[in-house]
């Protein structure tokens, strides 16, 4: 019986995109055959880098890996996931606090469309790591060289002298 070939997507704001998240992305693409990161807007949140600047970000990040690929999108992830035709959705876990949140956003993406989500718990050291998190320590001027790659920190501290 032939190998089912497996795509799925990470989907998430990525406001910077932290060393959390590549955790999950490296753990992730060692389960699938195809990972994309999905890189969503939010109208909700005050967000500080452009869909574009985000997708620039994570791809100089990840270009080397193999299977991984890096888009935009907008509107609901359920419906960006069936018309990439992915198999899963994977999330990445820090707390209890995310899994009752991601519960149950897996048990409606699963009613209304029938894709299933896939969490991978993130590792101990990122566990308390937030985009939201990171732009504050930012603004303030704190050493974030743990927590984010360094061509981010550039960056984020950039955009923050802009305003």
Not at 122 to 141: H, N
Not at 143 to 152: A, E, F, G, T
Request: hydrophobic share 40%.
């Amino acid at each position: 019986m032939a190998k089912k070939f497996v795509r799925a997507i990470f989907p998430g704001s990525f406001d910077p995109i932290t060393n959390g998240h590549l955790d999950v992305i490296h753990r992730g693409m060692k389960l699938f055959d195809e990972l994309v990161v999905a890189v969503g807007r939010s109208p909700i949140k005050n967000q500080l880098f452009t869909p574009e600047e985000r997708v620039e970000m994570i791809e100089e990040l990840v270009h080397d890996l193999p299977g991984v690929s890096v888009e935009a999108f907008e509107g609901l992830t359920v419906e960006y996931a069936a018309g990439r035709k992915a198999d899963v959705i994977l999330r990445g876990l820090r707390s209890l606090t995310d899994v009752q949140y991601e519960f149950q956003l897996a048990m409606t993406n699963r009613a209304v469309t029938g894709i299933e989500t896939i969490f991978i718990m993130t590792s101990e050291q990122y566990g308390f790591t937030s985009s939201t998190l990171i732009r504050e320590i930012a603004s303030l001027g704190g050493d974030l060289s743990n927590l984010i790659p360094k061509s981010v920190q550039e960056r984020l501290k950039q955009r923050l002298n802009e305003k």
